[in-house]
């Protein structure tokens, strides 16, 4: 009888174990909802005031296979939403600590790759790829949770601090096949106090990835007439695709 009660009791003793740690799963999934349903607040409410927003980029390529290697860029970047359309501009000044001077475009649905070392501009039409484009340059900026929750699957993945900032870390993958071809998952890491991008991280779909870091964030800021406008140089060759 001793025994059997014995039993019993660890028995009833595992019961409660598992209860509790079931019970602890149900709790951490209410807290994750509750977070990312304040980041997307807060997404929404940075969208509602979003006018443009001027940093300094480093970008990271890395490649895993057949050996890893990253290649590191920086540059500055700017984005402006007007009439509904956002707007961007990179100039990227250095390629692993070298000068390497390089303009990166977008605006009407065109995006205008200008080598000035190669006397050299390429010409990309979005075309039906025009929604994807966009979908991917709101992210972070000036793209509102509401739009983030229509184009992608978004969990929250944690709250990390990047350069100082506390950010909210979320795990995004595309609703649309065609775009999960390109870019199966992304992470990005949201300012808790500006609603805007801090870090991207792309992955393609051969596990390479991408990670962007902005800096000196400047919210709203007065932007540069012709901001969005390629100056060449003369004999450049425009490359149409």
């Known amino acids: 009888m001793k025994i059997v009660a014995r039993a019993s009791?660890?028995?009833?003793?595992?019961?409660?174990?598992?209860?509790?740690?079931?019970?602890?799963?149900?709790a951490a999934s209410a807290l994750a909802a509750d977070d990312?349903?304040?980041?997307?607040?807060?997404?929404?409410?940075?969208?509602?005031k979003f006018k443009s927003a001027q940093a300094d980029i480093?970008?990271?390529?890395?490649?895993?296979?057949?050996?890893?290697?990253?290649?590191?860029?920086?540059?500055?970047?700017?984005?402006?939403?007007?009439?509904?359309?956002?707007?961007?501009?990179?100039?990227?000044?250095?390629?692993?600590?070298?000068?390497?001077?390089k303009d990166v475009v977008y605006a009407g649905g065109l995006l205008k790759f200008y080598e000035p070392m190669q006397k050299r501009m390429t010409v990309f039409k979005a075309g039906d790829n025009q929604n994807q484009a966009d979908t991917i340059l709101t992210i972070g900026f000036g793209g509102s949770g509401k739009d983030l929750q229509k184009s992608w699957e978004v969990a929250y993945a944690g709250s990390e601090?990047?350069?100082?900032?506390?950010?909210a870390k979320l795990s995004l993958v595309p609703k649309d096949a065609s775009m999960k071809n390109n870019f199966p998952k992304v992470a990005l890491w949201v300012d808790m106090e500006t609603g805007l991008a801090v870090r991207q991280q792309f992955f393609d779909a051969s596990g390479n990835y991408r990670i962007a870091n902005y800096r000196n964030i400047k919210l709203n800021a007065?932007?540069?007439a012709k901001s969005f406008e390629v100056k060449t140089a003369p004999g450049t060759q425009v490359v149409n695709r």
Do not use: C, W
Request: glycine share 10%.
């Open 9 to 26: 009791r660890s028995y009833g003793f595992l019961g409660i174990a598992l209860f509790l740690v079931g019970a602890l799963g149900l």
């Open 36 to 48: 990312l349903a304040t980041v997307l607040a807060k997404l929404d409410a940075a969208s509602a």
């Open 222 to 224: 007065a932007v540069p």
């Open 161 to 167: 601090k990047v350069d100082g900032k506390t950010t």
């Open 58 to 101: 480093v970008s990271e390529n890395t490649q895993t296979q057949p050996i890893l290697d990253t290649d590191t860029q920086t540059g500055t970047i700017l984005f402006e939403r007007e009439g509904g359309q956002l707007h961007m501009a990179l100039h990227l000044k250095t390629d692993n600590g070298h000068p390497a001077e």
